[in-house]
């Protein structure tokens, strides 16, 4: 059974910047995609960024492109999500999710979930 457990949320001025971590456990499959979702109240989940396994193919939401930066660190099984610029729309619940299928910003797709980590970009 996949374990994610995400860290690092917070609250953020906009313009700063956080990291968020998501270490993972119980991969039955050396193959899949790890990454982020995020829900703002009253929005649907979406995809943020995602990561393949093994290649290492990394993939952004066009809100996110250029000020959030994707990473893993295979040896630890965790991803990273460094986010820089943040905006207040950038407020949400963080959550990390694997697929062992083709599909990266899918939440009906994804096999499992963490427990998601709040971030919160006000001044």
């Known amino acids: 059974q996949v374990q994610l457990v995400e860290t690092g949320g917070g609250l953020v001025q906009p313009g700063g910047s956080l990291k968020l971590s998501c270490t993972a456990s119980?991969?039955?499959?050396?193959?899949?995609?790890i990454g982020w979702f995020r829900q703002a109240p009253g929005k649907e989940r979406e995809g943020v960024s995602s990561i393949s396994r093994p290649y290492g193919r990394k993939l952004y939401a066009d809100s996110v492109k250029g000020r959030f930066t994707i990473s893993s660190d295979n040896a630890k099984n965790t991803v990273y999500l460094q986010m820089n610029s943040l905006k207040p729309e950038d407020t949400a619940v963080y959550y990390c999710?694997?697929?062992?299928?083709?599909?990266?910003?899918?939440?009906?797709?994804?096999?499992?979930w963490g427990k998601g980590t709040l971030v919160t970009v006000s001044p």
């Open positions: 999710a694997l697929s062992y299928g083709d599909s990266w910003d899918d939440a009906s797709h994804m096999d499992s």
């Open positions: 119980g991969m039955r499959l050396d193959t899949y995609r």
